[in-house]
């Protein structure tokens, strides 16, 4: 399937630039979607996040360069992108557990973690519900954060946003505002190529701006929607179904846009929510 061999000629990209620089957004070029959003498909398919794999690819040809004792170590850690002799040391040892110059001398065991290839799994015994739909581009306003580029650096931000908003009365204040569709609570990660990626919890509405808030506007696009409910964390199990499951097989892959979470009911023992991709016809 033409969708698994980009992501396979993704892999091969990282594996030509090991020893130097590897571009997120080169990857999700080749990948044809976003750099956030090849992030996120990499994370949920290989089962850990892309930077933590590449870490582990360079840790692991590190380790096969130091074995043999000839190598400089400060050789070996300028080789894989870490001007610092510190930087180096930590990575290697949160790899392999010991540190360079002993696995340099030799006698120490180290780890090898494999380049990953991708290959069309059948899955998917458990339905999946969703709708297709087509929308104008709408404002949203609210609060928002930046997001790091290296998308698992986030998930200490997001949490603590939602949690301040509880705590200082912007929640209520938000949901007053509300008055078109997608009607609820929005979680929109904004992280298109061309603008600076921020987190917004906002609603939809045609009303100003207060203080202390900000707009952004959610582009016209189509949008696959999956409708969930559980505990606060479910909805990642679904973010990952429809990345793993739905999407291979759908006819459809990522567009340019934001992703969209919609809670309903916010309640993190009893949410209901909608996640919304926007997708494009392949």
Known sequence: ???????????????????????????????????????????YMAGVPLAEYIRRRRMTLAAADLQGGQQKITDVALKYGYASPTAFNRAFQSVHGAAPSLVRQGGVPVRSYQPISFKITIKGAEQMEY??????????????????????KNFQEIPALWGRIAE???????????????MGMLGVSACGDSEQWRYYIAVATTGSTPAGMERYTV??????????????????????????????????????????????NADPQNAKYEVWIPVVKK
């Open 1 to 43: 399937m033409e969708w698994i061999e980009r992501l396979n000629r993704a892999m091969v990209y990282i594996e030509e630039n090991l020893d130097g620089e590897i571009d997120v957004a080169q990857l999700g070029q080749i990948a044809c979607c976003s750099a956030y959003h090849f992030q996120r498909m990499f994370g």
């Open 131 to 152: 709708r297709i739909e087509k929308k104008e581009a709408f404002d949203i306003v609210g609060v928002s954060v930046p997001l790091h580029r290296e998308i698992e």
């Open 168 to 182: 200082d009365g912007t929640l209520p204040r938000l949901m007053e505002l509300m008055d078109i569709p997608p």
């Open 219 to 264: 582009p016209a696009a189509t949008w696959a929607v999956f409708p969930g409910e559980g505990t606060g964390q479910s909805i990642q199990t679904l973010e990952q179904r429809i990345v793993t499951e739905w999407l291979p097989s759908s006819g459809y892959e990522y567009a340019s846009g934001p992703d969209v979470e919609v809670y309903l």
